[in-house]
């Protein structure tokens, strides 16, 4: 079966600090990956997806990055942050095409920027 | 554009009971995905339930199903014999064929009372 993990789990920055969240995948192969966050009391906001090594999509130009440098393993980033990036972060897998892709999430990471 | 919109934000069902929990979308393609996850205090995000817009069948998981009604653009979520277990924010989410990418509705949260 698939698994999804997220880390960390928890992590407070100040402002103007790099990030770095991971999200690797278990189980399955060329999975499509996305990175939501979901800010308090509110839905998800879709900030970058990628359906292939190498390959990313970009939903909101801001002062995130996205990287897949493999198969399996997709990873924001930020080299200084605000903050208004504080937030949970959620990773998601999905498999096959735009037909039929399902997404499932992971477990999330609940970042504070101070 | 495409838009999903959830107008409870919040409910309460008495355990046992049944709640209905409404979605209403807008796309201009015949051909989409619509989708309920449910989001436990937890914050992990689970797939509840899954529609293929071309399936007039509805679709049933367990104590789940929905109310699918194209012309209507409404994709209602329909809980029976409600657990406590299924207090949680249920969003309701909407992607087109051809496109990965998932739009989510605000959420409605729901408490089921003992």
């Known amino acids: 079966s698939q698994t999804i993990h997220q880390w960390p789990a928890t992590l407070v920055q100040p402002v103007g600090s790099p990030l770095s969240l991971e999200c690797t995948v278990e189980?399955?192969?060329?999975?499509?990956l996305y990175w939501y966050r979901q800010a308090a009391g509110r839905g998800l906001q879709l900030l970058f997806y990628?359906?292939?090594?190498?390959?990313i999509s970009s939903e909101v130009p801001q002062n995130l990055s996205a990287s897949r440098p493999q198969d399996r393993q997709f990873i924001l980033s930020s080299k200084k942050l605000l903050l208004s990036d504080s937030g949970f972060y959620l990773c998601?897998?999905?498999?096959?095409?735009?037909?039929?892709?399902?997404?499932?999430f992971g477990p999330g990471t609940r970042l504070t920027v101070l | 554009a495409q838009t999903v919109t959830q107008s409870q934000p919040e409910m309460s069902v008495q355990e046992a009971e049944t709640v209905t929990l409404s979605c209403t979308y807008d796309?201009?393609?015949?051909?989409?995905?619509l989708f309920w996850y449910k989001q436990p205090p937890s914050r992990q995000m689970i797939l509840v339930i899954r529609?293929?817009?071309?399936?007039?069948q509805n679709a049933t998981e367990n104590r789940f199903s929905v109310n699918f009604q194209k012309a209507a653009k409404s994709f209602s979520l329909k809980i029976s014999d409600s657990q406590l277990g299924d207090t949680a924010m249920y969003f309701c989410?909407?992607?087109?064929?051809?496109?990965?990418?998932?739009?989510f509705g605000t959420g409605t949260r729901l408490k089921v009372l003992a």
């Open positions: 998601a897998w999905g498999k096959g095409t735009s037909s039929t892709d399902t997404q499932y």
């Open positions: 189980g399955t192969s060329n999975p499509n």
């Open positions: 990628s359906v292939g090594i190498g390959q």
């Open positions: 796309t201009s393609e015949s051909n989409y995905y």
């Open positions: 529609q293929e817009a071309y399936k007039q």
């Open positions: 989410a909407l992607r087109t064929s051809g496109t990965y990418k998932y739009i």
